[in-house]
């Protein structure tokens, strides 16, 4: 079984930074693929940004220069560092999780993007 529990979200301006991290349960973590995922309000959950347990990176167009993924798998956390925030990146982030292709979700944080 593997528990996934982020944070770091909150309320920042147009332009702002904010980092989300998401810390993992379970052994292992270092084989898991991962990845974060936001829903916005009223709209379905998007894909955000991937990263693999080779490290390989995937982005969403819509947030690529702007936002990284990155892992710490002494740590067991995956971050997400979200840079030049725009009013459309509100929405509740989530991370997942896949391992031994068990799927695992967070219960996901709250960034709001507003001034």
């Known amino acids: 079984q593997v528990q996934l529990v982020e944070s770091g979200g909150g309320r920042v301006q147009p332009g702002g930074s904010l980092r989300l991290s998401c810390a993992a349960s379970g052994s292992m973590f270092s084989i898991y693929s991962t990845g974060w995922y936001r829903q916005p309000p009223g709209n379905q959950r998007e894909v955000v940004a991937t990263i693999n347990a080779g490290g390989n990176t995937n982005y969403a167009d819509s947030v690529k220069g702007r936002f990284t993924i990155s892992r710490d798998n002494a740590k067991n956390t995956v971050y997400l560092q979200m840079n030049s925030l725009k009013p459309e990146d509100t929405a509740v982030y989530c991370c997942?999780?896949?391992?031994?292709?068990?799927?695992?979700w967070g219960q996901g944080t709250q960034v709001t993007v507003s001034s």
């Open positions: 997942k999780a896949i391992r031994f292709g068990i799927t695992y």
